[in-house]
C-alpha cells in the first residue's frame, strides 16, 4: 500500500475556532482541522478544548481511546489564563484551540494564535449573532493582527436560507476590514455528526477547508 507523502509546513498554523453561539459545529470544525492538519504534514498538533462549559474536543479524543493518533495531543484548559499556558506549555508548532461561548476565553485564544475561524450556520439569522463575536476579535486586532474567516457548516446547498445567508455575509466581508467567507463549506452529512469519539480517515471536505485557509483563498 502507498503512504500518502506529507508535506510539513515551515510555519506553524496558529488558529481559533471560535464563535460565542453555539451550535455551529466548533468542535467537529477543530478536531477535523487537526486531523486534516496531520495528514497533509505529519507534524504534530496541540489542540486546545477552552469550551468550560462543554469539552467536546476532550470528550472525543476520550473515547476514542486507543485510536487516537499520537500527533494530535488534545488537551482541556478551560483557565482564565489561557494564553499564558499555552505559551509555558506549548511556545512553537500547530495550534488550534477550541473556544466556548465565554469572551474572555475568546480573547485569550487570539492572543496566542493568528488566525479566527467562526463556524455558522447557514441561515440568515446566523450573520446578526457574529456581532458579539466580530466585536471581541476587534478588540484583539487593536493590538496585533488577526485574520479572520467565515466556515459554512451543515449546509444543505440550493435552498434558499443558504443562498441568503451566504449573500448577506458576503456583503458583510466588504464592510469588515480582514474578513473572508471560505468559498468550501461544510454540508450536512452522517460522516460528521456521527464522527465523535472516533479518529476517522475520512474527513470529508476538511481537508479542503484546512487548504483555503493555509493558502488564504482569494485574498
Given at each position: 500500500m502507498m503512504t500518502e507523502k506529507k508535506t510539513p509546513l515551515e510555519n506553524p498554523l496558529r488558529l481559533t475556532v471560535g464563535n460565542l453561539k453555539g451550535g455551529v459545529a466548533r468542535s467537529t470544525t477543530s478536531i477535523m482541522l487537526a486531523l486534516a492538519l496531520v495528514q497533509r504534514t505529519g507534524q504534530r498538533v496541540l489542540l486546545v478544548d477552552a469550551d468550560r462549559a462543554n469539552g467536546t474536543s476532550f470528550e472525543w479524543s476520550e473515547y476514542a481511546g486507543e485510536v487516537w493518533p499520537a500527533e494530535v495531543n488534545v488537551v482541556y484548559l478551560p483557565s482564565q489564563l489561557l494564553g499564558k499556558r499555552v505559551r509555558e506549555m506549548w511556545p512553537d508548532g500547530h495550534l488550534i484551540i477550541d473556544t466556548g461561548n465565554d469572551s474572555t476565553t475568546l480573547r485569550q485564544a487570539l492572543?496566542?494564535?493568528?488566525?479566527?475561524?467562526?463556524?455558522?450556520?447557514?441561515?440568515?439569522?446566523?450573520?446578526?449573532?457574529?456581532?458579539?463575536t466580530l466585536q471581541a476579535a476587534?478588540?484583539?486586532?487593536?493590538?496585533?493582527?488577526?485574520?479572520?474567516?467565515?466556515?459554512?457548516?451543515?449546509?444543505?446547498?440550493?435552498?434558499?436560507?443558504?443562498?441568503?445567508?451566504?449573500?448577506?455575509?458576503?456583503?458583510?466581508?466588504?464592510?469588515?476590514?480582514?474578513?473572508?467567507?471560505?468559498?468550501?463549506?461544510?454540508?450536512?452529512?452522517?460522516?460528521?455528526?456521527?464522527?465523535?469519539?472516533?479518529?476517522?480517515?475520512?474527513?470529508?471536505?476538511?481537508?479542503?477547508?484546512?487548504?483555503e485557509i493555509l493558502t488564504g483563498g482569494s485574498r
Amino acid at each position: 500500500m502507498m503512504t500518502e507523502k506529507k508535506t510539513p509546513l515551515e510555519n506553524p498554523l496558529r488558529l481559533t475556532v471560535g464563535n460565542l453561539k453555539g451550535g455551529v459545529a466548533r468542535s467537529t470544525t477543530s478536531i477535523m482541522l487537526a486531523l486534516a492538519l496531520v495528514q497533509r504534514t505529519g507534524q504534530r498538533v496541540l489542540l486546545v478544548d477552552a469550551d468550560r462549559a462543554n469539552g467536546t474536543s476532550f470528550e472525543w479524543s476520550e473515547y476514542a481511546g486507543e485510536v487516537w493518533p499520537a500527533e494530535v495531543n488534545v488537551v482541556y484548559l478551560p483557565s482564565q489564563l489561557l494564553g499564558k499556558r499555552v505559551r509555558e506549555m506549548w511556545p512553537d508548532g500547530h495550534l488550534i484551540i477550541d473556544t466556548g461561548n465565554d469572551s474572555t476565553t475568546l480573547r485569550q485564544a487570539l492572543m496566542v494564535t493568528d488566525q479566527l475561524l467562526m463556524p455558522i450556520g447557514a441561515t440568515p439569522s446566523e450573520a446578526t449573532r457574529l456581532t458579539p463575536t466580530l466585536q471581541a476579535a476587534a478588540e484583539v486586532a487593536s493590538i496585533k493582527p488577526i485574520e479572520l474567516s467565515i466556515l459554512f457548516t451543515r449546509t444543505k446547498p440550493n435552498t434558499i436560507s443558504f443562498r441568503e445567508a451566504w449573500e448577506q455575509l458576503k456583503q458583510m466581508e466588504g464592510d469588515v476590514e480582514g474578513l473572508h467567507v471560505l468559498d468550501v463549506n461544510v454540508p450536512f452529512q452522517l460522516l460528521y455528526s456521527q464522527a465523535f469519539g472516533t479518529a476517522p480517515t475520512n474527513l470529508g471536505v476538511y481537508p479542503e477547508v484546512l487548504d483555503e485557509i493555509l493558502t488564504g483563498g482569494s485574498r
